[in-house]
């Protein structure tokens, strides 16, 4: 069974900093491209961030570029995402996601960033 696990969201002033994780288990992480993706109330889930499976190519919305790095442990089967510079609208449910033609899904974690 597939389980995405991911931990380390909270509430946070603007400017602050967060790093996200996802424990993945039961698949061959090492094959599988690695996102977050987040979703704010009333509004459709976006992507953040992914990276490949050896972690080798990265992309990130245009919105987070330069504040959001996105990373990986192969060999603890983990992927991260440092946030930093937050920002209000940065607020969110954020979901960590394994694709290799098939999806599989997290829980979520939520990340409130208000003063």
């Known amino acids: 069974q597939v389980q995405l696990v991911e931990s380390g969201g909270g509430l946070v002033q603007p400017g602050g900093s967060l790093r996200l994780s996802c424990a993945a288990s039961?698949?061959?992480?090492?094959?599988?491209?690695m996102g977050w993706y987040r979703q704010a109330p009333g509004k459709e889930r976006e992507l953040v961030a992914t990276?490949?499976?050896?972690?080798?190519?990265?992309n990130y919305v245009g919105s987070v570029k330069g504040r959001f790095t996105i990373s990986r442990d192969n060999a603890k089967n983990t992927v991260f995402l440092q946030m930093n510079s937050l920002k209000p609208e940065d607020t969110a449910v954020y979901y960590c996601?394994?694709?290799?033609?098939?999806?599989?899904w997290g829980q979520g974690t939520q990340v409130t960033v208000s003063s």
């Open positions: 039961g698949l061959l992480f090492r094959f599988y491209t």
């Open positions: 996601n394994a694709n290799a033609g098939t999806l599989h």
């Open positions: 990276i490949s499976s050896i972690g080798s190519s990265t």
